[in-house]
Every structure is written in structure tokens, then in C-alpha cells.
Nanobody
Framework: VQLVESGGDLVQPGGSLRLSCAAS????????MSWYRQAPGKEREWVAR????????NYADSAKGRFTISRDNAKNTVYLQMNSLKPEDTAVYYC???????WGQGTQVTVSS
């Protein structure tokens, strides 16, 4: 199982980023996926989840209305579109496979002026 996140960057408050997680080594289209994040000095927290076929999504309160999780099963990739970013969104963002319980290496998102 391999998960490779990308798309993290330094962005100003109010800006947008799209994170990607490319998956391999398992039957991607049969597993639910989530994004988590971990800010410095804080515990890792769940951000969003998407069902195996993409029809069901759930969000943490902090992400509702600003973030959108999606997936492309033909490309074995899950995305996190993040809009209206705030400094408190600064964290390392990880993707996670439910059922297999595997993590990627993370991608750094920094929101700062």
C-alpha cells in the first residue's frame, strides 16, 4: 500500500489549495478514504471522509462549507479542495485508507500572510 500526498504550499489567508493523494497497491475503488491533519503541538484530527464510490461525504465542523473531498477511482486519487483558508488550517495533511489503516507521508499546508 502506498499513499503519496501532494499539493501543499504556503498560501495567504483567504486563498485556496487542492491536495491530492495518489494511491497504489490496493483496490482503491473499494475503500473509503479520509483526510486528516496535524498542526504543530496538536493531535492528528480528522478533516473529511468519502465513501468508496464517492457518493457519501462527511466533514469536520472546521471544514464544512470550505473544504470539499472528492475522488477519481479511474486515477486512484483522492482530493481535498480547500477554500477560504485560515491560519488555523496550517498543518501537515495526511490521507488515510479505511479498513487497511494506512497513512501517507503528509503534505505541508501553511496559511500565512
Amino acid at each position: 500500500v502506498q499513499l503519496v500526498e501532494s499539493g501543499g504550499d504556503l498560501v495567504q489567508p483567504g486563498g485556496s489549495l487542492r491536495l491530492s493523494c495518489a494511491a497504489s497497491g490496493f483496490a482503491f475503488s473499494t475503500y473509503g478514504m479520509s483526510w486528516y491533519r496535524q498542526a504543530p503541538g496538536k493531535e492528528r484530527e480528522w478533516v473529511a471522509r468519502i465513501s468508496s464510490e464517492g457518493g457519501i461525504t462527511n466533514y469536520a465542523d472546521s471544514a464544512k462549507g470550505r473544504f470539499t473531498i472528492s475522488r477519481d477511482n479511474a486515477k486512484n486519487t483522492v482530493y481535498l479542495q480547500m477554500n477560504s483558508l485560515k491560519p488555523e488550517d496550517t498543518a501537515v495533511y495526511y490521507c488515510y485508507v479505511h479498513g487497511i489503516c494506512s497513512w501517507g507521508q503528509g503534505t505541508q499546508v501553511t496559511v500565512s500572510s
